[in-house]
């Protein structure tokens, strides 16, 4: 029976540029299914996904980006997903590294892979420093927690088979608004095997980020909240796990 | 003359002023007249009435019995009673944002789950087998 491949794409005002997107993952994997979870949009982003070829699920109102991405794994999850990429509808995620990303999943090593746009052999554009300052702080974080060593723990470039969407999609309080470095803890905390792959990364083309500029002074207080929330939450079965 | 002034000065300390015993029992008794009036039209909730109707109550017993609280302060140690009753308001506040911040949390839960819902029930996964299949997956597990 053939695996069942699903990429999961939250996007939000994103007309301009979300149809090359599902036109180039289309043209990488065209067996698999491409969801789009439309957040509220108020431009054409939903009938331009429609038409491109992507299946669109519409959010009634903006929801943010955590609750668009939990839809979009609840629905891969009840269509019968095997294997699952989630990634931007902004442009920034090149569809070329959907492959090396879903390789360790394919052949059983991982049960969750992190694109990463700080590995040696990465494509990335130049981020910002504040940004590459607080996503370093937080990936040396996490692998101080995790013992494992991981470099890009804000990445939405992921990859996950089932039992890792399992995980995800029946976890109750799945973050809102931040599914960064938390749901990564979650996931190695639950027993997960996470890896990272190089990937390529553009800048962001696309409209408006589903993050915000006011939103994002709250980002790393509430993200750091969230990682303590996990830490005790799921503490005791990462012990049961070692 | 504020109603603070109004007790102070000339009586003596623990004295509430005829003047601010009336607007007291005033204000406590509209507020629970609103209260019942916004129950009666199910606009408020009975959790959220009961807590208002326990405030204006509250304000009702003071400006019927001033004496109670001042004896109250003293018994704790408060030397000046009205410290007693600052006290009390933040007290009060604090375990009211607590309350709304846990009801908002929980709230805030249930929408994202009902909106997740809706958004799945308007555009449903194309296989419902596989959705069995799943589920039955799950349970086993």
């Not at chain 1, 990303?101 to 052949?107: C, H, Q």
């Not at chain 1, 996950?160 to 995980?167: D, F, W």
């Not at chain 2, 507020?31 to 509250?58: H, I, N, Q």
């Amino acid at each position: 029976m053939p695996e069942s491949v699903y990429v999961v794409m939250p996007a939000f005002n994103e007309d301009r540029v979300i149809a090359s997107i599902i036109h180039r993952v289309r043209e990488t994997l065209p067996d698999a299914h491409v969801v789009v979870i439309n957040d509220g949009s108020g431009d054409q982003t939903a009938s331009v996904a429609t038409a491109a070829g992507a299946r669109v699920v519409n959010l009634p109102f903006n929801c943010g980006y955590g609750v668009a991405l939990q839809t979009g794994l609840t629905y891969a999850f009840r269509a019968g997903a095997d294997i699952v990429i989630t990634m931007d509808s902004d442009g920034q995620h090149d569809p070329g590294s959907i492959e090396p990303l879903m390789k360790p999943v394919r052949k059983g090593e991982s049960d969750l892979v992190l694109g990463s746009r700080y590995l040696p052999q990465s494509v990335s554009y130049r981020v910002p420093a504040l940004r590459r300052i607080v996503s370093r702080c937080l990936s040396l974080l996490l692998t101080l927690i995790t013992g494992q060593r991981l470099t890009d723990t804000t990445t939405g470039f992921q990859c996950m088979n089932r039992k890792t969407l399992e995980r995800f999609v029946t976890l109750k309080d799945f973050p809102e608004k931040t599914p960064d470095a938390d749901l990564i803890l979650y996931a190695v905390m639950t027993g997960a095997r996470v890896c990272e792959v190089p990937v390529t990364m553009h800048e962001d083309r696309g409209g408006e980020s589903m993050h915000g500029a006011f939103k994002s002074m709250f980002y790393i207080p509430k993200l750091f909240t969230a990682i303590v929330s996990v830490l005790l939450q799921y503490s005791h079965q990462k012990r049961g796990n070692v | 003359m504020t109603i603070f002034q109004l007790g102070s000065g000339t009586t003596a300390i623990g004295h509430v002023a005829p003047e601010a015993r009336v607007l007291i029992f005033v204000c406590g008794l509209g507020l629970c007249l609103w209260s019942l009036l916004k129950l009666r039209r199910r606009s408020l909730l009975v959790a959220t009435c009961s807590l208002f109707l326990a405030v204006g109550s509250a304000f009702i017993f003071f400006a019927a019995f001033p004496e109670f609280v001042d004896r109250l302060a003293y018994f704790s140690g408060i030397t000046y009673p009205p410290v007693l009753y600052l006290i009390g308001c933040v007290v009060i506040l604090v375990l009211m944002i607590i309350h709304l911040a846990f009801r908002l949390s929980l709230i805030d839960e249930r929408c994202r789950r009902i909106t997740i819902e809706l958004a799945l029930l308007r555009h449903p996964p194309p296989d419902a087998a596989a959705l069995a299949q799943s589920e039955a997956r799950a349970d086993r597990a």
